[in-house]
């Protein structure tokens, strides 16, 4: 079983960057693949980027493909989000989550474990 908390997240101005980090607990962390989620009032989950437990792959969604970068550092039991370029309708919660499995995922169903969330707030 893995525990994640997320971090970094706050009120950014469009245009601007910010770094969500994911820390989680346990000695495990490197057999998980991991993701961001995100959630915007009204909508339904939404899978943002992912990366496998090695972190030689990574994936991404359409809407946020070119603009945003996840990374992990094991070593650490952390996952990260880079976001740059960032938009209003990017404005959310991020979740991290994680998959006992290694293939690539998008859908949220297939995670097992989740963080509480981290608010992203982007204004025009």
């Known amino acids: 079983q893995v525990h994640m908390v997320e971090s970094g997240g706050g009120l950014v101005q469009a245009g601007g960057s910010l770094r969500l980090s994911c820390d989680a607990s346990?000695?495990?962390?490197?057999?998980?693949?991991m993701a961001w989620f995100r959630q915007a009032p009204g909508k339904e989950r939404e899978f943002v980027a992912g990366?496998?437990?090695?972190?030689?792959?990574?994936w991404y969604g359409d809407s946020v493909k070119g603009r945003f970068a996840i990374s992990r550092d094991n070593g650490k039991n952390t996952v990260y989000l880079q976001m740059n370029s960032l938009k209003p309708e990017d404005t959310a919660v991020y979740y991290c989550?994680?998959?006992?499995?290694?293939?690539?995922?998008?859908?949220?169903?297939?995670?097992?474990?989740w963080g509480q969330g981290t608010q992203v707030t982007v204004s025009s």
């Open positions: 989550a994680a998959d006992v499995g290694d293939a690539v995922q998008r859908e949220a169903r297939r995670f097992e474990y």
């Open positions: 346990g000695r495990t962390f490197g057999t998980y693949s």
């Open positions: 990366i496998s437990r090695r972190g030689f792959t990574t």
